[in-house]
């Protein structure tokens, strides 16, 4: 069993930045590719970034290259997604989730946290 807990959501302007952190214990952390994925109000959720289990590969949503970075501290069993210049579109629950290879479908994701709310105003 993994247990993760996202943080570090927030209200926001348009601009500005912001760094979400999952934490993850039960079970050993480099064992899994982690990966975000977001949901907007009355949208389905979408897979925003991902990161293998060494952290050799990443992947991201198209709309939010450039402007977010995945990485991770395994030693600190520690996931992160840091986000700049925020727009009002990316306002949603972020989740962080874990999976036994990078993937960016949702169904490869074995395990969720209950997310944290990113709310962009302009």
């Known amino acids: 069993q993994v247990q993760l807990v996202e943080s570090g959501g927030g209200l926001v302007q348009a601009g500005d930045s912001l760094r979400l952190s999952c934490a993850a214990s039960?079970?050993?952390?480099?064992?899994?590719?982690m990966g975000w994925f977001r949901q907007a109000p009355g949208k389905e959720r979408e897979f925003v970034a991902g990161?293998?289990?060494?952290?050799?590969?990443?992947d991201y949503l198209d709309l939010v290259k450039g402007r977010f970075t995945i990485s991770r501290d395994n030693a600190k069993n520690t996931v992160y997604l840091q986000m700049n210049s925020l727009k009002p579109e990316d306002t949603a629950v972020y989740y962080c989730a874990a999976a036994i290879g990078i993937a960016t479908q949702e169904t490869l994701y074995e395990y969720w946290g209950q997310g944290t709310q990113v709310t962009v105003s302009s």
């Open positions: 039960g079970r050993i952390f480099s064992s899994y590719a």
């Open positions: 990161i293998s289990r060494s952290g050799g590969y990443t």
